[in-house]
């Protein structure tokens, strides 16, 4: 981390530290990542990928468009507990989870540039040629729109950073509606990209099949989105931790332990939802089964395990139990995409004609969260994410003053 | 107007839909301003 | 209905609105284009020939595959379509010895493809076919995940324009004159493939089943899978031995989404007014608090002052007092010096 060194100026900071087995490692990732990217646009999806007639999707989708979107909602989630629902104690986690939200928006639809076979024409289904018949379409444009709203949400960090006052102030005015909006945009396609497969019942294996599958992607994302903040801010707190004020300092533990809670309300409704899902279609036979197994697994290991740490952790004031939790419930959220999409998805195929990614697709899915890292890094150090801006505090008033006098690194305002 | 598919049937109300949604949203918002124009406190300025 | 019409149509619901003709019963059956087409193929008269693939080869000017039409050999292994193949026919060996399988696009009354179509690419014909149109593709391959049978195939080698390749029932041709059935049934040698109007070719089926007892099963495959296709099949073998599968049930593709389509607007209405309200309890919660704070406040620095006036009136009293009693010592004291020196006068006189 060339950051943890902080000389008077982080652009400095980097150009002494520029070997570091950091920058190595994400150097390495992003120079294979742009052959793979040449590659992908000269040989075509054949080139890089294992995709084939019967299986269109493959992992750019499982996981860079469904894990990524999901993992991503923790921007709604903390921005309506904290604007819409008034917890105001959890206002410091708002700025990174806006962010992150922002980044892995961006970064699903930049992953969709390689995925799809002419992406230029990605704005057709909103602007040229639309299909309303499609879940897809709904998906498309509540993407393309959410992703309006986080840039709109993000902008205040960006405007704070340039000094441009008078527009920031613009933004913060309309910070309730942006919220309400994105919930409902978030809302409309979390869901909607469970009933992407409500169109496929006769690949889709019963136990993963339901009517239910939209409301399971749309409850199994708040607690995907919860958790990940909680995962996230752990892992800030590591990494990042000179470019943190006081006030989110504080208010930090305080985050961990009501998100904590939110997720396990959520995760113990999303348990029992799963197993109305089989009473209603009566697949409880399939149980039994390999494929029951990998069910059971998900649901016991990755739903009511974590629903429980979450639980003690939070009675106990634990926050090394809630932070494993976080972690098992954001596994349990990549395991049950990839099940939907993956390995429960053509399942009535023989073994020989499933699907497993190449190397490359893997190695493509890495370059791209290694560039989100990248973004988040290079925007968290510079931009007010984890402190307030000295001049636009938002803390409550009577803390004001106190919260002026210990700003941590006065120094790193000014860019 | 005569539909023979569902599709096409469902291609036009669906867009319909869409259309309303959003013609929903802005409705809301407007009404909502209209509901509390004389408010004295205000959550939407 | 073709791609980019609906937004035209919207203007359409304004018009039938003002008219007052409703343009559709809510719960209505949907039975397909009555004078469309379709192919009846027939399992008990197909010898795997392949001239059905050569002739769909031919009229579409598709590449020519690895190993000649004539081989025979490639009946060894189980074919599907590609995006150089819009037909193949594999040989399944059965109870009752080989029977062989022509595949292609089965050409659905609702297709899932179209349905699943974000830019609306594809469109049913009233002749029958399902085609594709490329002008408008983004290649998102959701069709192929949607197509219960496996049948949209894609140019996964083509790095900038690749398409979506499947039978199109030979539609482009057929509406330009240049061919009078599609090339593959033109191409049987055995009248395994017979092209007509779907009921006429289902009116067809029930008299083989009719006329030749014990040959066929009773069951038109396409008649009712999937809310019918316009291909059909009728074998001697259970569908499911030659490919087919039997557990697709009568459902149109397009209602397994309806539903979920249909609960979005609801979001749009109800969520916004909920998430307002929410926030508008909050806030009050949080008016009321900061009101009773103030109040307390108020209240205990209205009680201080009080106490403090009355401290300072207290004060202010003893200080009057004391100062009246200094004021009273001082004139008695004054009075009785007075009254000394008044007596000592009177003595000293």
Redesign the interface.
């Known amino acids: 981390m060339s950051g943890e060194h902080a000389p008077s100026t982080p652009v400095a900071a980097d150009k002494a530290s520029l070997l570091t087995p950091f920058n190595i490692v994400t150097g390495l990732i992003v120079f294979v990542g742009l052959i793979l990217t040449l590659l992908r646009f000269t040989k075509g999806l054949a080139g890089v990928t294992n995709l084939s007639d019967n299986n269109p999707w493959g992992i750019w989708i499982s996981f860079d468009l469904l894990c990524g979107v999901a993992l991503a909602a923790g921007g709604y989630t903390t921005s309506a507990a904290c604007y819409v629902f008034g917890l105001k104690r959890y206002h410091s986690a708002v700025r990174p989870a806006i962010l992150t939200a922002f980044l892995g928006y961006a970064l699903v639809v930049f992953a969709l540039h390689y995925d799809v076979g002419r992406p230029w024409r990605l704005p057709y289904p909103i602007f040229y040629s639309p299909g309303p018949t499609s879940v897809l379409f709904e998906v498309g444009l509540c993407v393309f729109l959410y992703l309006n709203v986080l840039f709109l949400e993000w902008t205040p960090s960006a405007l704070e950073w340039l000094g441009l006052k008078k527009w920031r102030n613009v933004m913060v005015k309309m910070t309730l509606a942006l919220t309400i909006f994105g919930v409902v945009l978030s809302t409309m396609h979390q869901s909607s990209l469970g009933a992407l497969f409500l169109i496929a019942p006769s690949k889709l294996h019963p136990l993963w099949y339901s009517s239910y599958l939209p409301v399971f992607f749309f409850i199994s994302s708040i607690a995907a989105g919860l958790s990940m903040v909680i995962f996230e801010g752990t892992l800030s707190h590591r990494y990042l931790h000179d470019k943190m004020d006081e006030h989110y300092l504080s208010a930090h533990d305080q985050v961990h332990l009501g998100f904590g809670r939110g997720a396990a309300v959520v995760l113990v409704i999303y348990f029992f939802l799963k197993l109305v899902g089989l009473a209603l279609d009566n697949t409880w036979h399939y149980l039994l089964t390999g494929y029951g197994a990998m069910y059971s697994l998900e649901l016991l290991g990755f739903v009511a395990l974590p629903a429980l740490l979450y639980a003690v952790g939070v009675r106990e004031k634990n926050l090394k139990i809630i932070r494993w939790a976080a972690v098992l419930t954001v596994l349990g959220i990549v395991l049950n995409r990839f099940n939907v999409s993956w390995f429960a998805f053509n399942w009535q195929l023989p073994a020989a004609e499933r699907y497993f990614p190449s190397w490359m697709e893997v190695a493509v899915s890495i370059y791209i969260v290694t560039v989100g890292l990248l973004l988040f890094r290079f925007i968290a150090t510079r931009m007010p994410i984890f402190h307030e801006h000295p001049d636009f505090k938002e803390a409550e008033p009577e803390e004001e003053p106190h919260a002026h006098e210990t700003r941590p690194h006065p120094q790193s305002f000014g860019h | ?1 005569e ?19 959003a013609v ?2 802005l409705g ?2 407007g009404f ?1 301003l209209f509901l509390t124009e004389r408010d004295e ?1 205000k ?3 | 209905m073709q791609r980019r019409q609906f937004l035209g149509l919207l203007g359409a619901t304004a018009a039938t609105a003002v008219l007052g003709k409703a343009a559709q019963a809510g719960p209505k059956h949907f039975t397909g284009y009555p004078d469309s087409f379709g192919v009846l193929f027939d399992a008990t008269r197909c010898i795997g020939c392949r001239r059905c693939e050569a002739g769909c080869n031919r009229v579409n000017h598709l590449p020519a595959p690895p190993r000649p039409f004539d081989d025979l050999s490639v009946l060894d292994t189980r074919r599907r379509t590609d995006a150089r193949t819009f037909t193949v026919v594999n040989r399944y060996p059965t109870a009752r010895g080989p029977v062989y399988r022509k595949n292609q696009c089965q050409h659905c009354l609702e297709p899932a493809c179209a349905s699943s179509c974000f830019v609306a690419a594809y469109a049913k014909t009233p002749q029958g076919a399902v085609i594709w149109d490329e002008k408008v593709c983004v290649g998102c391959r959701y069709c192929m995940i949607a197509c219960p049978f496996d049948i949209p195939t894609f140019e996964y080698a083509n790095p900038w324009s690749p398409k979506i390749m499947k039978c199109h029932l030979c539609h482009p041709h057929l509406t330009a004159g240049k061919l009078r059935v599609p090339g593959c049934v033109g191409a049987c040698p055995t009248e395994a493939l017979v092209y007509g109007r779907r009921a006429d070719l289902i009116r067809e089926a029930r008299q083989r089943f009719h006329l030749f007892p014990g040959r066929y099963l009773d069951h038109i495959y396409g008649e009712h899978e999937m809310g019918g296709t316009n291909w059909l099949y009728i074998s001697g073998v259970p569908f499911s031995q030659i490919g087919l599968r039997e557990d697709l049930g009568v459902t149109p593709a397009p209602e397994f989404t309806s539903g979920a389509l249909a609960a979005v607007p609801i979001i749009a209405a109800a969520w916004p007014a909920l998430l307002l309200g929410i926030y508008a309890i909050s806030q009050a919660k949080d008016k009321a608090a900061r009101q009773e704070k103030r109040e307390a406040l108020t209240e205990a620095l209205a009680r201080a002052q009080a106490k403090c006036e009355a401290e300072l009136a207290k004060v202010k009293a003893k200080a009057e007092a004391d100062k009246k009693a200094a004021i009273e010592r001082e004139v008695k004291k004054a009075l009785e010096e007075a009254a000394k020196a008044q007596a000592a006068k009177e003595e000293g006189e």
Not at chain 2, 3 to 21: Q, S
Request: aromatic share 24%; net charge neutral; hydrophobic share 55%.
């Open positions: 107007m539909f023979f598919t569902y599709h096409d049937f469902t291609m036009y109300t669906k867009g319909a839909a869409y259309v309303l949604m929903t949203l809301i918002l909502w406190d959550l939407i300025k």
